[in-house]
């Protein structure tokens, strides 16, 4: 899976960002899997929300995984008290490395995709209905989506 690093000033990693396509669930199992975690808090709600979804512990040190910004394209993992961390590389080496992370990024992706063919074979075929209607002479009633007054040609 594709991270991408957060370094300080002095370059020195203090967090890393993964894809949010791979959903709030998909993060806290991928975390839940790093031997020696222990997962204290996750809290993956439908209606997103800015804040910490996931807590967990490796080495004694806690962790937090969350959306920074309310509907943002990417999940901040890092120290939950955003002091210099021993075991971040172990967790970041832990998400670089996954399948599953990236299958899931993945399966999240061709779902958006299925839904705006969807929505744009909806759009488009409603369309193309209308179209035929005033081609016919009708009207359109947008109340009850149907054609009305239009002349059959047989």
Known sequence: MRV?????AEGALHAFEVSSLM???AACKLAASIPGVSV???HTPFVSHE????EFELNGEQFLIEETYQDSSRYWV???????SDSLN????????SKSGARAMYSGAALVLVILVVAAY??????????????AGGRWSSDIG????ARRDG
């Open 4 to 8: 991408h690093e957060l370094r300080n």
């Open 23 to 25: 959903g709030r669930r």
């Open 40 to 42: 204290s808090k996750t």
């Open 51 to 54: 804040g910490a979804f996931c």
């Open 78 to 84: 890092g120290p939950k008290h955003r002091s210099a």
């Open 90 to 97: 172990l967790v970041l080496d832990h998400f670089a490395g």
């Open 122 to 135: 909806t759009v488009g075929a409603r369309f193309l209905q209308q179209d035929r209607c005033l081609d």
């Open 146 to 149: 149907t054609c009305e007054g």
